[in-house]
């Protein structure tokens, strides 16, 4: 496993290093924001613990424009927040958002739960494009049915099975032939 470790501070980075300890994998400390995101994306870790202390609201922005763009759990330790600042942590992807809790002891369990949170975000939005995916298809396909239904005066049972039939007889799916009837349709002039 490989931990980026995001902290200005040296003697705070080393408490969660302490709490790293006996974790087998890579750390590597990044100590400054300049190039962060280049940085991160160069050493690609699996997992993003930033330690920011009692940040600016133009810091937090920083760093949540960072998170926005990575697609890996990410711990964020802070010493103070309020409202604003846990609604954009959340907004931004932050895996888990820790107030005033940098112990060494915490930091394995935090690693866990933020890595848990973001498994189980991916899984809930790669269910959710998934859904308007089959969305999407079912809308083009009772599209396709419904321009067979008027141009060849038949029910919507009788176009969804010419949509099939085509579709078993050129070895394609429903939706390739239902996108072909939408996109012929669209050529001829219709709507």
């Known amino acids: 496993m ?10 705070r980075a080393s408490i969660i290093e302490e709490g790293l300890a006996g974790i087998e994998g ?8 300049e190039g962060l995101l280049a940085r991160i994306e160069q050493i690609a870790p699996d997992i993003v613990l930033m330690d920011l202390g009692n940040p600016s609201r133009d810091v937090l922005e920083e760093y949540f424009t960072v998170s926005r763009v ?3 759990p990410i711990a964020m330790f802070v010493d103070e927040s309020d409202d604003d600042a ?14 005033d809790g940098l112990a060494a002891g915490r930091i394995r369990p935090l690693l866990d ?3 848990k949170r973001f498994n189980a975000f991916a899984r809930l939005q790669a269910d ?7 969305l999407a298809e079912r809308e083009t396909i009772d599209r396709a049915k ?3 239904m008027d141009s060849k005066r038949i029910s919507e049972p009788e176009a969804y099975a010419e949509l099939r039939k085509k579709a078993m007889s050129s070895s394609r799916r429903i ?9 012929a349709h669209g050529l001829m002039g219709g709507n």
């Open 2 to 11: 490989k931990i980026a470790i995001i902290d200005e501070n040296r003697a």
């Open 26 to 33: 890579e750390i590597h400390l990044i100590s400054g924001r």
């Open 70 to 72: 990575l697609a890996r």
């Open 146 to 148: 419904r321009i067979l």
């Open 86 to 99: 846990i609604a954009a942590s959340i907004d931004a992807g932050v895996s888990a958002y820790v107030v």
């Open 113 to 115: 739960l933020a890595v």
């Open 175 to 183: 939706i390739d032939i239902a996108e072909a009837v939408v996109t």
């Open 128 to 134: 959710l494009a998934e859904a308007k995916g089959k």
